[in-house]
């Protein structure tokens, strides 16, 4: 069985409030994009993590696909003896959300594999337990995220229209770090109020987008407040830092634009693009 993990870009990512468990409020557009890992699920004598990425596989246990098979294993209380085979093409640890769009995929993929018939609502507690976006991975449809991410509302939100231009400059940004360094705050305008109409414009948006996380990260990493502002400079209708980055995109009106974008950054980042 093969599957797909798309990776997600945030429009916009305020950081609300920092709650009494030690996680945080905040307030975010996922849009899926169609970059994507691909995992194969094989039943197996035993289980069994391999990866096209080395650097993943020395301690498989650690990584989030073994989190959510043994975590799939304990609330089912039944052995799922799989071969599982990631082929890595999300850059890790770029706010893309590869990591978690694997473990969700991995939940779904199990649950169909093994007819296990896990309910919605205990599927989503899984995804929770697993990191705070991946709820939104069992479903990736263009969504406001509240909450630490996990309470979502599906969005009529089209950006057909455009361009997206990806580029990761391989600086990886840990995501406590990057909590530690925001200061949490109510927006002069919630993502929340600009999202209630019926169908929104990219156009309606930007004015109030912004990403709290981009102020610290570009003190701290130069080159990647470099990269918005080369998108920008180079006619992007909407650039940003996605997640708690590095990794920056543009929005931009035509294919040219971003060809002609690319001709202006750094060959040995990760660049990608594509028609949303």
């Known amino acids: 069985m093969k599957r797909e993990a ?106 169909e594999l093994f007819q296990l018939k896990i309910e919605k609502k205990v599927m989503e507690k899984m995804a929770l337990a697993l990191g705070s976006d991946v709820p939104f991975f069992l479903k990736p449809y263009p969504s406001l995220g509240e909450g630490r991410g996990e309470i979502l509302t599906e969005i009529k939100l089209s950006l057909a229209a455009y361009y997206l231009l990806l580029v990761n400059p391989g600086i990886h940004v840990p995501t406590g770090w990057a909590y ?13 109020s600009l999202i209630s109409k019926q169908h929104i414009h990219l156009t309606e948006l930007t004015p109030w987008l912004s990403n709290d996380f981009e102020l610290p990260v570009f003190e701290s990493h130069p080159e990647v407040k470099e990269l918005k502002d080369t998108m920008k400079n180079s006619g992007a209708i909407y650039t940003q830092m996605s997640g708690s980055g590095s990794s920056v995109f543009g929005l931009f009106e035509s294919a040219e634009a971003v060809d002609q974008c690319i001709l202006e950054i750094n060959p040995m980042y990760f660049i990608y693009h594509e028609k949303l």
């Open 180 to 192: 530690s360094k925001v200061t949490p705050r109510r927006p002069e305008k919630s993502l929340t």
């Open 6 to 111: 798309h990776a997600k870009i945030n429009l916009g990512l305020n950081i609300v409030k920092k709650r009494d468990d030690g996680f945080h409020d905040i307030e975010t557009l996922f849009i899926p994009i169609k970059l994507h890992d691909i995992l194969t699920f094989t039943k197996s004598d035993t289980a069994e993590f391999t990866s096209s990425a080395p650097r993943l596989t020395p301690s498989p246990e650690d990584n989030l696909i073994m989190k959510a098979m043994r975590l799939t294993e304990r609330i089912t209380r039944k052995p799922l003896p799989v071969k599982i085979h990631l082929e890595k093409l999300i850059p890790t640890g770029a706010g893309l959300g590869g990591g978690s769009s694997d473990a969700a995929t991995t939940i779904m993929a199990l649950n």
